[in-house]
T-cell receptor, first 115, second 108 residues
């Protein structure tokens, strides 16, 4: 199957700093990628759709100025958590559909802890 | 996208078949049923998907009822490594919205 990577796998930062998370499709190109957030013992919550060459679209209730998304190339999308606060601590996961099909392949996730 | 409902948790003995049900009574005609699983602290892993015919791959089998209102994921010989949360998702080439999933506990 297709491989999606994320970097870093975990990050600890101080409150008020910004953190960038990378999502890469390693063996395929993706014009669209998706970002999810998962709190402990909860399901994945879709945050936004990253679109190569255009603006990301955000789910209702997700602050676009807080979570900046840049789809820089057909294999890379980045999520920047700006001015992070402890309540932003979570498990962030990206996914990308391979080819024209609907099957999405997920990255291993990035665990963010804001102190 | 169809709302799906799944039991919160299930137990299965190692080596036995695990049958995980999913109700998707509001699924539309062009929505696929996708199954993923998430092992603790990892990203979800694709298992199988189908539209209306039963499907089988090296991981599992998917049985979809004729009216498409429910489906069952079958792991033929569960192992301890199959312990995970299993998600059933109705998908029409738009976005994935995850429900609560079923926590499958495979016991020795």
């Amino acid at each position: 199957g297709a491989v999606v990577s994320q970097h870093p796998s975990w990050v600890i930062c101080k409150s008020g700093t910004s953190v960038k998370i990378e999502c890469r499709s390693l063996d395929f190109q993706a014009t669209t990628m998706f970002w999810y957030r998962q709190f402990p013992k909860q399901s994945l919550m879709l945050m936004a759709t990253s679109n190569e060459g255009s603006k990301a679209t955000y789910e209702q209730g997700v602050e676009k100025d807080k979570f900046l998304i840049n789809h820089a190339s057909l294999t890379l999308s980045t999520l920047t958590v700006t001015s992070a606060h402890p309540e932003d601590s979570s498990f962030y996961i990206c996914s990308a559909p391979q080819g024209g099909g609907g099957t999405q392949y997920f990255g291993p996730g990035t665990r963010l802890l804001v102190l | 996208d169809a709302k799906t409902t799944q039991p919160t948790s299930m137990d299965c003995a190692e080596g036995r078949a695990a049958n995980l049900p999913c109700n998707h009574s509001t699924i539309s005609g062009n929505e696929y049923v996708y199954w993923y699983r998430q092992i603790h602290s990892q990203g979800p892993q694709y298992i199988i998907h189908g539209l209306k015919n039963n499907e089988t791959n090296e991981m599992a089998s998917l049985i979809i009822t004729e009216d498409r209102k429910s489906s069952t994921l079958i792991l033929p010989h569960a192992t301890l490594r199959d312990t995970a949360v299993y998600y059933c998702i109705g998908y029409n080439f738009n976005k994935f919205y995850f429900g609560s999933g079923t926590k499958l506990n495979v016991k020795p």
